[in-house]
């Protein structure tokens, strides 16, 4: 079993910069693949970006690829999202979650935090 929670969103100007994280319970957090996805009003939810269990391999949406860095440390049982250059586009409510494969499904995640709102404006 692990639980997430996210922390880390708010309001920021267009072309501003955020870092969200994501904190795990448990001491099997180096197992999982950790990843963000985003869900904004009225749309379904869509995959931001993932990293491997070891942070080896990274995967990215490409709205998101040369903005947003997904990181994270074991030792904390933390993951990260580091978003810069945020457009008025990137709004939505944040999630992370954990999966045992690399995947861009959300279907195929077992663990979701609660999320975290990230609003950007102009």
């Known amino acids: 079993q692990v639980q997430l929670v996210e922390s880390g969103g708010g309001l920021v100007q267009a072309g501003g910069s955020l870092r969200l994280s994501c904190a795990a319970s448990?001491?099997?957090?180096?197992?999982?693949?950790m990843a963000w996805f985003r869900q904004a009003p009225g749309k379904e939810r869509e995959f931001v970006a993932a990293?491997?269990?070891?942070?080896?391999?990274?995967d990215y949406a490409d709205s998101v690829k040369g903005r947003f860095t997904i990181s994270r440390v074991n030792a904390k049982n933390t993951a990260y999202l580091q978003m810069n250059s945020l457009k008025l586009e990137d709004t939505a409510v944040y999630y992370c979650?954990?999966?045992?494969?690399?995947?861009?499904?959300?279907?195929?995640?077992?663990?979701w935090g609660q999320g975290t709102q990230v609003t950007v404006s102009s």
């Open positions: 979650a954990a999966s045992r494969g690399i995947h861009r499904m959300v279907s195929e995640y077992e663990y």
């Open positions: 448990g001491r099997t957090f180096s197992r999982y693949f």
């Open positions: 990293v491997s269990e070891l942070g080896r391999s990274t």
